[in-house]
């Protein structure tokens, strides 16, 4: 997975002065995080599935982790989408959204990112 932007989402609420930001937009290999996911046969759930792109409404708290991910547009699979969702929480971080220079929390963002699979 490859995290590509950030964008407001136009129906959030508590907009900050600054949006969260990407910190590098480096891949997540998502193989090794199946597991701890609640996914044992990563190979059949992702059958048929070559690349795609999702947008997923994400709650950043002021520390910058990603708390809460809910697909907008999925994979068209939910098991796949529940693992994308998993691995956000547990991988990506962020520099956190500021009023005032100061790092609140925030769910008025959509997260776009590019799904491969091997």
């Not at 998993?86 to 959204?97: S, Y």
């Amino acid at each position: 997975m490859v995290p590509v932007g950030i964008r407001l989402n136009p129906n959030g609420r508590d907009i900050p002065d600054s949006a969260p930001q990407l910190l590098g937009a480096t891949a997540i290999d998502m193989r090794p995080l199946a597991s701890g996911c609640g996914f044992a046969n990563l190979e059949a759930l992702l059958a048929g599935i070559t690349a795609t792109s999702v947008q997923l409404q994400i709650r950043v708290e002021p520390s910058g982790e990603v708390s809460q991910v809910r697909p907008l547009q999925g994979t068209g699979n939910g098991a796949v989408d529940d693992l994308v969702s998993c691995v956000v929480r547990q991988r990506l971080q962020l520099q956190p959204a500021s009023s005032a220079g100061v790092p609140q929390l925030t769910d008025a963002f959509i997260l776009e990112a590019r799904i491969q699979f091997f």
